[in-house]
């Protein structure tokens, strides 16, 4: 399978401060990106979708402007919590497709537990 | 609203069996369907897609798709401890939007 990095895997802020999380395609183009969050014991949501070069189609209740991201090229996408809250803190996992891939395949990052104190 | 239904579990088995995972799938326009699997504090692994009625097999796993039925299975043959995750069935129906369930969580005691 084709390898997605994601980084950080574990970050630590203060209230209030934004968190920038980045997800990368290291051998593939990825041109659709997925961001999900998942609390403990609960399923993967997906917050939203990128597109290379586009802006970002968000899922109902989510954000746009607290959740800020860019898919600027086709191996990086960033995902920004702004004005990070301890409700925010949860695990949150990028994953990508590529059109080399068959059928829409999509690979996860490791994933970044964000904790907000 | 395109559902993706699974039993929460969790699914108890000895190592040795076979560990039997079931999805249903609203969507009767689902053309991808996939298994991963997801240890705790971990993010997915794929492990599995198929995208035509039948079988189809890789090592120890063997995904089942039922269009007409609506429903994707997956079985793992001599289940080990190392088995032991919660396993997350994906549908896609031509949006490149995955719908995943909510997981089966499979225990494979000793």
């Known amino acids: 399978g084709a390898v997605v990095s994601q980084h950080p895997s574990r970050v630590i802020c203060k209230s209030g401060t934004s968190v920038k999380i980045e997800c990368r395609s290291l051998?593939?183009?990825?041109?659709?990106m997925f961001w999900y969050r998942q609390f403990p014991k609960q399923s993967l949501m997906l917050m939203a979708t990128?597109?290379?070069?586009?802006?970002?189609?968000?899922e109902q209740g989510v954000e746009k402007d607290k959740f800020l991201i860019n898919h600027a090229s086709l191996t990086l996408s960033t995902l920004t919590v702004t004005s990070a809250h301890p409700e925010d803190s949860s695990f949150y996992i990028c994953?990508?497709?590529?059109?080399?891939?068959?059928?829409?395949?999509?690979?996860f990052g490791q994933g970044t537990r964000l904790t907000v104190v | 609203q395109k559902e993706v239904e699974q039993n929460s579990g969790p699914l108890s088995v000895p190592e040795g069996a076979i560990a039997s995972l079931n999805c249903t799938y609203s969507d009767r326009g689902s053309q991808s369907f996939f298994w991963y699997r997801q240890y705790s504090g971990k993010s997915p692994e794929l492990i599995m897609s198929?995208?035509?009625?039948g079988d189809k097999e890789d090592g120890r796993f063997t995904a089942q798709l039922n269009k007409a039925s609506q429903y994707v299975s997956l079985l793992i043959r001599d289940s080990q401890p190392s088995d032991s995750a919660t396993y997350l069935c994906?549908?896609?129906?031509?949006?490149?939007?995955?719908?995943f369930g909510r997981g089966t969580s499979l225990i494979v005691h000793p």
């Open positions: 994953s990508a497709t590529g059109d080399s891939f068959p059928n829409t395949e999509a690979f």
């Open positions: 990128s597109n290379e070069g586009s802006k970002a189609t968000y």
């Open positions: 198929i995208y035509s009625n």
């Open positions: 051998d593939f183009q990825a041109t659709t």
């Open positions: 994906a549908v896609e129906g031509g949006s490149y939007i995955p719908t």
